[in-house]
C-alpha cells in the first residue's frame, strides 16, 4: 500500500515542475521511506537548486525519510523561511567562483570569461568527466541537464533555465552575486587563459596593415597567443558589461 506526501515548492521552483503541475503544491506516492533528496528530485528538481526544507515545519537534511501524511516546505537558494534552527542545505562556495559548463553551454562560457571568470569548457566532456573535474576542481557545474546536477556527489551546480545567452549571464550573475566581481578583458573567451599587454612592436607582424594604422594598444592570450584589441565590438561590449554591474 503506498503512502502520500504533500510537497509545496517556492515561487522559484514552480517552473521546474513537470508541465500540468506547476501548481506549487503536488502529492507524491511513495513506498518504503524515500529521502527527501529522492522525493524532490522525483518531482524534477535538482537539489543544487534548494536550500532549505521543512518537514511538518521542522527543518531537516536531505537524508531524511519521509513518512505517510508528511508536509513539505521546499524553499531556493536565496529564500530563507522564518524557521528556527534552520538547516541550509546549499553549501558555501570553496572561495572564487569558478565554473565548468556542459557541452550545450559555449557561448554562456565566452560570455562569463569575457567578465573575467574563470570558466571550463570543451564541447566534448561527457557527464562523468564533468562532475570528476568540478570536484577536483572546486568548480560550480553549469548545465542545461538535470540529471547531471542531480548526482549525489554534486556540491556545487546551477541549473541554467534561459536559453538565450544574454539571461543566461544574468542567471549566474544573480545566483551567485557576483555583479561586483566582474574584471573584464582579463581572460581570452576563446580558451580562458589570461591576457597579458604586449607590446605593438612585439606583434607588428600579426597585424593587418588597417589594424597597424588605427591600434596601439595590445592583448595577447597567454596560452592560446590569440590577439586582442579595442575593435569596432569594444563599445557594445563594454555597454553590455556596464549595464550588468549596475543591476
Known amino acids: 500500500m503506498s503512502s502520500v506526501a504533500r510537497i509545496h515548492f517556492d515561487p522559484e521552483l514552480v517552473p521546474l515542475l513537470p508541465r500540468g503541475k506547476r501548481t506549487g503544491e503536488l502529492l507524491y506516492r511513495f513506498r518504503d521511506a524515500p529521502s527527501v533528496k529522492d522525493a524532490i528530485e522525483a518531482c524534477g528538481i535538482p537539489h543544487t537548486e534548494v536550500d532549505s526544507i521543512l518537514v511538518d515545519g521542522r527543518s531537516v537534511d536531505f537524508d531524511h525519510r519521509l513518512r505517510d501524511g508528511a508536509q513539505l516546505c521546499v524553499y531556493s537558494v536565496g529564500f530563507t523561511p522564518a524557521v528556527q534552527p ?4 546549499s553549501p558555501p562556495l570553496p572561495g572564487a ?28 566532456r561527457d557527464d562523468a568527466e564533468i562532475v570528476r573535474l568540478a570536484l577536483d576542481q572546486q568548480r560550480i557545474i553549469l548545465t542545461r541537464d538535470r540529471g547531471i546536477l542531480k548526482q ?10 534561459s536559453d538565450q545567452p544574454h539571461r543566461q549571464v544574468q542567471e549566474v550573475l544573480q545566483r551567485y552575486r557576483l555583479a561586483g566581481q566582474i574584471r573584464p578583458f582579463r581572460r581570452c573567451p576563446s580558451c580562458n587563459g589570461l591576457l597579458l599587454s604586449v607590446a605593438k612592436d612585439a606583434v607588428r607582424q600579426r ?13 595577447q592570450c597567454r596560452s592560446c597567443r ?17 549595464e550588468l554591474q549596475q543591476s
Open 86 to 89: 534552520l538547516r541550509h542545505l
Open 97 to 124: 567562483a569558478t565554473f565548468i559548463l556542459d557541452v550545450h553551454l559555449g557561448k554562456l562560457a565566452r560570455r562569463l570569461r569575457l567578465l573575467g571568470f574563470d570558466c571550463c569548457y570543451r564541447n566534448q
Open 152 to 161: 549525489a556527489r554534486v556540491r556545487h551546480g546551477l541549473l541554467i533555465r
Open 207 to 219: 597585424l593587418l596593415p588597417r589594424t597597424a594604422r588605427y591600434y596601439n594598444d595590445f592583448h
Open 226 to 242: 590569440k590577439l586582442y584589441w579595442q575593435g569596432t565590438h569594444y563599445r557594445r561590449i563594454a555597454r553590455w558589461i556596464a
